[in-house]
């Protein structure tokens, strides 16, 4: 049986106390890639952690709520992640584009608002900067519907092309009311007021969290650390963990507790499960 980890500050032991004494009142909030998925090449290819849904399963119908908030669109990281149909996940939420787009696992059906224009007309532009960046080779564009995501990983200088990309894609971003946000060798162009911060409170909210959890592993993902801080303000306990990595170490000097990526962020869900009986 996993061990459960000691968080290493008051405020994260203070926050695990809270989950172990009153577990139906719990929320879960959970990244996707880094977190429950390992990092890869290829957005594409990216699939949870094999351990990720038997766990989140024997974990979730024991607290209030387990919600996966992601960049993604909540359909691909429905089909990503393996979510669909599995008995013990049937009010499992995932909060797709930032918050933007929710998938209920009780209904099936993702509901959304009408998507922002300015991340069609950034779409038609991005293909051109690119090669005037002379970055196009090796670079990849991911389609998120509602946001798009340049990839420098496979380029032969991964971390180069990252850097001399900052500039015209914010300028990109800013000339179609979009803003960039950066992540491990990735940038993002997305509308303004999409985070997960902002989803994690509204859901938080919503189910009447008196504690929660929220693992992480990338930049996008401290608008969700700060929002457990704003929730800890009001007095609802909280527990920020951290999906460690060499690539990022903000959410780590941020964490109560940090994990060994995905494999630990699977280890953590089972030994809760396990403690809760």
């Known amino acids: 049986m996993d061990p459960l980890p000691t968080p290493q500050t008051q405020s994260g032991r203070d926050g695990l106390a809270a ?5 139906r009142t719990a929320l879960i909030g959970l990244d996707f890639d880094g977190t429950l998925a390992p990092i890869v090449a290829d957005p594409e290819q990216a ?7 038997p766990a989140l399963a024997a974990l979730a119908p024991k607290i209030a709520s387990v919600a996966v908030i992601t960049g993604r ?7 990503y992640g393996g979510f669909a149909g599995v008995p013990g996940l049937e009010h499992l939420t995932v909060l797709g584009h930032y918050g933007a787009e929710r998938w209920d696992a009780a209904t099936g059906t993702v509901t959304a ?30 389609e998120k519907g509602r946001a798009l995501a340049v990839h420098t990983r496979r380029a032969a200088d991964p971390q ?9 894609l914010a300028d990109l971003a800013a000339r179609h009311g979009l803003i960039v946000e950066p992540g491990r060798l990735v940038l993002e162009l997305r509308p303004p007021g999409m985070d997960k911060g902002v989803a994690l409170l509204d859901h938080a909210r919503a189910v009447g ?25 009001d007095g609802v ?18 964490a109560d507790l940090v994990v060994d990526g995905p494999e ?3 280890g953590l869900l089972r030994a809760l499960a396990a403690q809760l009986g």
Do not use: M, N
């Not at 699939?47 to 990720?52: E, K, L, M, N, Q």
């Not at 180069?160 to 500039?167: E, I, K, N």
């Not at 929660?212 to 929002?227: C, E, K, M, N, S």
């Open 47 to 53: 699939r949870a952690h094999p351990d990720a849904v």
């Open 209 to 233: 969290a008196g504690c929660v959890v929220y693992a992480g592993d990338d930049l996008g993902d401290l608008p969700a650390f700060d929002a457990v801080d704003t929730l800890r303000a």
């Open 264 to 266: 630990g962020v699977v």
């Open 19 to 23: 989950l172990l004494a009153r577990p």
């Open 237 to 254: 306990p909280g527990l920020l963990v951290c999906s460690g990595s060499t690539e990022v170490t903000e959410l780590a000097k941020r």
């Open 73 to 79: 669109p909540p359909e691909v990281a429905v089909r």
């Open 160 to 168: 180069g092309a990252y850097q001399s990309l900052r500039a015209p």
């Open 113 to 142: 608002p009408p998507p922002h224009p300015g991340v069609a007309a950034a779409r038609a532009e991005l293909p051109r900067l690119l090669e005037r960046a002379g970055a196009a080779e090796g670079t990849w564009i991911e």
